[in-house]
């Protein structure tokens, strides 16, 4: 995940023909797995950490920042539905996203409050949804 992110940085008319081979290997890979699913059984998370927004995610990913990536990359496809219908089931009433994961407590200063809305992650999630959407011609 964070070597296709870093790869995805490279401005599209500078990638060379591996980087973009990579990016779309990188891609589908993320898309066969439904972005947090086990291949061989889509009924199941890989990790259900995976499925807890949170900021920073240093080197650890979640479904937001997957969905992301993809979609900053362009990327439409009806194996990223469950990410982007978990993204839309955490939304809140005032539309807003919780941190749910943290590294607080590992940091000289705490990032914002585990369990309370998020201004990161619900930056991320709108982005998402906005990139989608646009994806889409919604």
């Known amino acids: 995940m964070k070597t296709l992110k870093a790869l995805a940085e490279i401005p599209e008319a500078r990638r060379t023909v591996d980087v973009k081979h990579v990016i779309g290997q990188g891609a589908e890979y993320l898309l066969r797995h439904r972005l947090f699913k086990r291949s061989h059984n889509l009924s199941q998370v890989i990790k259900p950490k995976w499925t807890r927004f949170g900021f920073p995610l240093m080197w650890d990913t979640?479904?937001?920042e997957m969905a992301g990536l993809l979609t900053r990359l362009g990327y439409r496809d009806s194996r990223m539905q469950e990410a982007i219908d978990l993204i839309l089931s955490k939304q809140d009433k005032q539309g807003r996203w919780t941190l749910e994961e943290t590294f607080n407590g590992r940091f000289?200063?705490?990032?914002?409050?585990?369990?309370?809305?998020?201004?990161?992650?619900?930056?991320?999630?709108?982005?998402?949804?906005?990139?989608?959407?646009?994806?889409l011609n919604l």
């Open 62 to 64: 979640d479904a937001l």
């Open 108 to 135: 000289l200063v705490d990032i914002e409050q585990k369990g309370k809305p998020s201004k990161w992650v619900t930056l991320n999630a709108l982005r998402v949804l906005k990139n989608y959407a646009n994806i």
